[in-house]
């Protein structure tokens, strides 16, 4: 009876780490088949500058509050504030540019 019980729970074992392998590669399968579009990849593209710009706006004010409640000293508020004011500006400027890739497909000129 116990050997019945073991073989029992090693094919339910079996049977499971098959489905979960099965679910895994069908998951798999549509994150490929989502992220091989053109449009995905803009919009992934996109999404991840928006990200930066919050990430850097937010942190540029909890800077300013951290030096104004005298948390931080002046030179590192400059820094920091240096830093962040670099990466806004850098995600700014690579929406910026991938809204006008979106805008214009096209780089040819109509002559």
Do not use: C
């Not at 116990?2 to 069908?26: D, E, I, P």
């Amino acid at each position: 009876m116990k050997s019945f019980v073991a073989v029992a729970a090693l094919l339910l074992v079996s049977a499971f780490a098959v489905a979960a392998a099965w679910f895994a590669y069908q998951v798999y399968m549509l994150l490929i088949e989502r992220t091989d579009s053109p449009m995905a990849s803009r919009d992934a593209h996109q999404g991840y500058w928006e990200d930066e710009r919050r990430r850097a706006l937010h942190n540029l004010k909890e800077v300013h509050f951290d030096f104004d409640t005298g948390k931080i000293d002046q030179a590192d508020y400059q820094a920091l504030r240096v830093r962040y004011e670099e990466r806004a500006v850098r995600a700014m400027d690579e929406l910026a540019q991938h809204g006008d890739d979106a805008d214009n497909p096209s780089t040819e000129s109509a002559s």
